[in-house]
Structures are given as C-alpha cells and as structure tokens.
T-cell receptor, first 114, second 114 residues
Framework: KNQVEQSPQSLIILEGKNCTLQ??????????LRWYKQDTGRGPVSLTI?????NTKSNGRYTATLDADTKQSSLHITASQLSDSASYIC?????????????FGRGTQLTVWP | EADIYQTPRYLVIGTGKKITLECSQT?????MYWYQQDPGMELHLIHY???????EKGDLSSESTVSRIRTEHFPLTLESARPSHTSQYLC?????????????FGPGTRLTVL
C-alpha cells in the first residue's frame, strides 16, 4: 500500500532556531517528492521538488534531502521566522498512472514562537 | 502565486441544502482535482478531470458531483448537504505533461453544515 508518514506530528520552536521534519514513504514506482507549506485556511504551496536522482534541494532557508534507497526525506528549516508557522506536507508522486497520483502525508504542524 | 480561485472561501449552511463550490483557473491546465481535508489529516482525492467533458471519482468516496464543461471551471455540487460533509475542500490543477505533475492549489472552501 502506498503511504507517506511524517514526523513529528507537531513541533514548537523559538524564532531563530533550526528544525528538521521527517518523511518516510512506501510509494512505488516513485516519480518525485515535494514538500508543501500550508498556511492555516489556505491551500498548499510547493517549496521543493526532488526526483529519484536528486538528494538535496534548497529554496532559501528550506533545504530538503532525499534518500531514495531508504525512502526517506527531510526538510530542514534554518533561522526560523514567525511566518514559518504552518503545516508542512510531504507529497510523493508515482509514475504508475497517467494521472500522476499524489500521496499526501498528514503534515507536521510547526509553530514558531517569538 | 498560482492563478487558481475558489469561491466561497467560507460557507455555513443548513442540512438538506444544495450547494455548489466554484473553482476556476487561468493557467490553461487540462487536469483539475478536488480534495477533501479534515483538520490534522491528509488530503484525500475525491474527483479529478483530464480535460473538458472528463470527470472521474477519486480515492475517497464522496456524495458530491463535478462537471467540466469548460477548461477553466471545475465546480463541485452537493445536492443535499449533511453535517458529515463538513470539511475543507481544496481545488487544484496541473499541466498534462512536464513540470513533474506539480499541482497548484486554490485557497480552499471551508464548509460547515449545521
């Protein structure tokens, strides 16, 4: 069964600190993995995308890593800001269908305190 | 920012009412999707479309229906709303090819059925 598991479920950090979010998946055949940021009451917005051959991708203070062998990914946020408070969702796409089905994790709810 | 819009953003209605959630995109994307998301849970695909006159049911069974008469519009209808339909509904679109199947999400409609 294709699944995406994220940890931790929630995380509270102080402004300026770093944090790392984890994602494990069992989706096969694998196409790509994205990290989305979803602000409360809004739709998800893509932060990074990685294909099978990529093991790291950065977008400003966000750095994602991918280990396709162990089927694990992480999202590292450096120098956190209050605006980073959101849900971060790991999304894995398969290449076994014309639809390009997406499999969503439940997200990690990050709260940044001043 | 993605050019995909949803109206209304918030809707509170009584049981038994018929409602239509609107979704439109100006990116010329062929593929469109409807997801349902409950708090703290993953997004579940309820409907999708490959293009005009194409509609398919997703992974999660839903009593809602959709139509795709025009490329840019993908409305979702509930003939008789019930409290169990209370949820957030997210619309998304993507290109047919390339872009690693990136889906662009609208802001969502928060539906509450009393």
């Amino acid at each position: 069964k294709n699944q995406v598991e994220q940890s931790p479920q929630s995380l509270i950090i102080l402004e300026g600190k770093n944090c790392t979010l984890q994602c494990n998946y069992t989706v096969s055949p694998f196409s790509n993995l994205r990290w989305y940021k979803q602000d409360t009451g809004r739709g998800p917005v893509s932060l990074t995308i990685m294909t099978f051959s990529e093991n790291t991708k950065s977008n400003g203070r966000y750095t994602a890593t991918l280990d396709a062998d162990t089927k694990q990914s992480s999202l590292h946020i450096t120098a956190s800001q209050l605006s980073d408070s959101a849900s971060y969702i790991c999304v894995v796409s398969d290449r076994g269908s014309t639809l390009g089905r997406l499999y969503f994790g439940r997200g990690t709810q990050l709260t940044v305190w001043p | 920012e993605a050019d995909i819009y949803q109206t209304p953003r918030y809707l509170v209605i009584g049981t038994g009412k018929k409602i239509t959630l609107e979704c439109s995109q100006t990116m010329g994307h062929d593929k469109m999707y409807w997801y349902q998301q409950d708090p703290g849970m993953e997004l579940h695909l309820i409907h999708y479309s490959y293009g005009v006159n194409s509609t398919e049911k997703g992974d999660l069974s839903s009593e809602s229906t959709v139509s795709r008469i025009r490329t840019e519009h993908f409305p979702l209808t509930l003939e008789s709303a019930r409290p169990s339909h209370t949820s957030q509904y997210l619309c998304a679109s993507s290109e047919s090819t390339g872009s690693h199947n990136e889906q662009f999400f609208g802001p969502g409609t928060r539906l509450t059925v009393l």
